[in-house]
């Protein structure tokens, strides 16, 4: 093996060493990633170990919900490989100013510098080229990224260098041709006559008889900065010697050539790069627009472990044109969201570096009662908003107390070694300070807890009120659907619902005979106060019930085919003319659609009184109730069979006996067998 080879050899063995250390520590810093750390690293393989063989720059795409660490991983990521002076991170919901992607990319092409870097599109989502949905897509006006395909695609950009002192250089051209058409000669790059003339215009002086150069020589340096390059002419002593050959005409028409150069766009290389497009694209994650704080953590990351690249590109059709999403290429790694023990972690992970800073400084440790990190999981974590409002929490109840605690210490001359934290009565913040392991002080003070204190109990008339309509969605969707709801909350925290029902539906489609049913559950809130209370004494909390189940059944009769007329119909009264505009007929089926459903709900709801009265007397008196413990009370007290419905086959097993009724008795009168697939006998 020769030397040269031996040496890359030992180069890429080094490299892929390094990529599997740096993986390890990341594994160890980031939490609830780990398959996400493998792709990036299995990924980045190729291009920082061969990236000179690279006609194209490497893309990478991270797609995820906000706060799972998408950019700060790709940060530390470069950290590591001390690539962090040639990675630009480049914002693209900045559209003007500075930062901006035009600006920051001219930046990007005045770096002479060759070698690869890294590029990371962060907030791609504001790089949408189409608005709309539908056939109502239209093109962004003034797009303001258009140049970032370019870039994706070939990894050459065509930009224009605007280069200080271009205007004043044209006046010098202009001023030249003026002179020379006034009677200057010029031989070998010289002035031969209107010598006087020159001087005088030019303004300079002369202090001997030597000769004067037509160009002056103090314009050798913004020659070449406009155009030396192109013009192979690096050096003040290569251009003297170019102009000293050419009389007035050929040397206007020299400075003229340059200024055009000067305008020319510039082809800027990146293909041996390497570029991360980074992004939340809220198509994809669908429970990114519910900011509840009382939905499972594992909810949203086990409906986000199901999102598929196809799901991702199909997603990115909304903002993008399909030939944009090519060039977006296959590498599409997507972000869960953070489970609750990965939020569990990162409160571990945080508290021991606030105790690790307090030994480092004071030689003081800090421990930890499971009460304080219940409650800071309690308050901070928000599913669909990642680690950032739990890292805030954390500094909030913990990190802006050390002050406290240290002021305590000095204040009573303790000769404090550890401090220990814990809650009383979830309010109450409880800090020990021990010597030696003996208690010598003890310091509370009050938690002011925004989401606890919204989830406790009201036991006041709204909670009733809650408690009844959605007891009455619950008990609609178990024995109706024959699906039990996830959740169901008489007392939220959040600011828009007082309380909800929360259904992890895994349903494809609905078949036609359902949407009364489908309907009666969006209704049965206003239909299970109506039963319980009174016709007349129905409140005014089904405005986004009415809206959601009034949009159901409009999509399914104005766009899926299931109202007497199958045809598409306008979605407004615009100018499209590719639909349907007469909409009285489908209005009318929707009202008929509601009556029933109203009935059915009213109906259904007095044959499962039991259930709606024991469900709605649980959530008067607490504020949510979980799944399992909802089928327990269902098995109990439900007239509907309900428990562990089968996956419907209906639709498989019709096709089945008609292909059996068309191919079982052939004229002979032998069996052939009938097959969907090789699995099925």
Not at 164 to 174: A, S, V
């Amino acid at each position: 093996m020769n030397t040269q080879l031996q040496k890359l050899r030992n180069d890429f063995i080094q490299k892929v060493e390094k990529l599997e250390e740096i993986k390890s520590t990341l594994l160890t810093e980031f939490v609830g990633i780990d398959t996400v750390i493998e792709d990036i690293i299995n990924n980045v393989r190729a291009w920082y170990t061969m990236s000179s063989i690279q006609d194209r720059p490497a893309i990478i795409n991270l797609w995820g919900l906000t706060g799972v660490g998408k950019t700060s991983l790709l940060q530390r990521l470069m950290e590591l490989l001390e690539f962090s002076d040639r990675t630009y991170r480049i914002d693209l919901g900045v559209k003007d100013g500075n930062m901006s992607f035009r600006n920051t990319l001219s930046d990007l092409c005045d770096n002479k510098d060759d070698s690869p870097i890294v590029i990371m599109l962060d907030e791609f989502q504001h790089a949408r080229s189409l608005k709309g949905n539908g056939f109502a897509r239209e093109e962004v006006e003034n797009d303001k990224t258009r140049m970032v395909w370019e870039l994706i695609d070939s990894g050459k950009v065509s930009y224009i260098d605007w280069k200080t002192g271009l205007w004043q250089f044209e006046d010098l051209i202009l001023k030249l041709k003026k002179l020379s058409s006034n009677g200057v000669k010029v031989s070998n790059g010289l002035i031969t006559d209107g010598l006087d003339l020159y001087i005088q215009e030019m303004d300079i002086c002369r202090d001997d008889n030597k000769p004067i150069p037509f160009i002056p020589k103090d314009e050798y340096a913004t020659i070449i900065e406009l155009a030396g390059e192109a013009l192979h002419l690096p050096l003040k002593q290569d251009m003297e010697r170019a102009l000293m050959k050419l009389n007035a005409k050929a040397s206007i028409d020299f400075l003229f050539n340059v200024f055009r150069l000067a305008q020319s766009p510039t082809i800027k290389n990146f293909t041996k790069s390497l570029i991360f497009i980074i992004g939340n694209i809220d198509e994809a994650y669908t429970m990114s627009s519910n900011f509840s704080s009382d939905i499972s953590a594992d909810e949203f990351y086990q409906q986000s472990l199901k999102i598929t690249i196809p799901d991702m590109k199909g997603a990115l059709r909304n903002r993008f044109r399909d030939e944009q999403i090519a060039r977006l290429g296959n590498t599409h790694i997507i972000y869960p969201a953070l489970s609750a023990s990965a939020y569990k972690e990162i409160i571990d992970i945080h508290l021991a570096k606030i105790s690790q800073k307090l030994y480092n400084q004071f030689e003081i440790t800090m421990t930890f009662d499971n009460s304080v990190k219940e409650i800071l999981y309690k308050e901070g974590v928000y599913p669909t908003q990642g680690a950032r409002p739990l890292l805030t929490t954390i500094q909030s109840m913990i990190g802006s107390r050390l002050s406290i605690y240290l002021n305590r210490i000095l204040k009573h001359q303790l000769n404090t070694d550890r401090l220990h934290l814990f809650m009383v009565e979830e309010t109450q913040l409880t800090c020990q300070f021990f010597e030696k392991g003996k208690l010598k002080f003890t310091y509370a003070d009050t938690v002011q807890l925004s989401l606890e204190n919204l989830r406790k109990p009201k036991n006041d008339e709204m909670q009733a009120i809650c408690a009844v309509h959605e007891s009455g969605h619950a008990v609609l969707s178990c024995a109706l659907l024959h699906s039990i709801p996830q959740l169901v909350v008489s007392v939220s925290a959040d600011t828009d619902a007082e309380g909800f029902v929360y259904y992890n539906s895994t349903k494809d489609y609905y078949a036609k005979h359902e949407l009364v049913s489908k309907t009666a559950v969006f209704l049965g809130g206003l239909a299970a106060e109506e039963y319980i209370f009174g016709k007349e004494n129905i409140t005014s909390g089904a405005s986004s019930d009415l809206a959601n189940a009034t949009s159901f059944v409009m999509r399914m009769l104005k766009f899926n085919g299931m109202g007497e007329k199958q045809i598409n119909y306008a979605k407004t009264d615009s100018q499209e003319t590719l639909a349907y505009h007469a909409t009285q007929d489908v209005e009318e089926e929707v009202a008929l659609i509601f009556a029933q459903a109203k009935q059915l709900a009213l109906l259904t709801l007095e044959k499962e009184r039991e259930l709606l009265l024991v469900l709605a007397n649980i959530l008067n008196n607490k504020t949510r109730i979980e799944k399992s413990e909802l089928q327990q009370l269902v098995l109990e007290h439900c007239q509907t069979n309900i428990l562990n419905p089968t996956k419907s086959t209906f639709y498989r097993e019709k096709l089945k006996a008609q292909i059996a009724d068309l191919y079982v008795v052939e004229k002979l009168g032998k069996v052939s067998p009938v097959q969907l697939n090789k699995d099925e006998n």
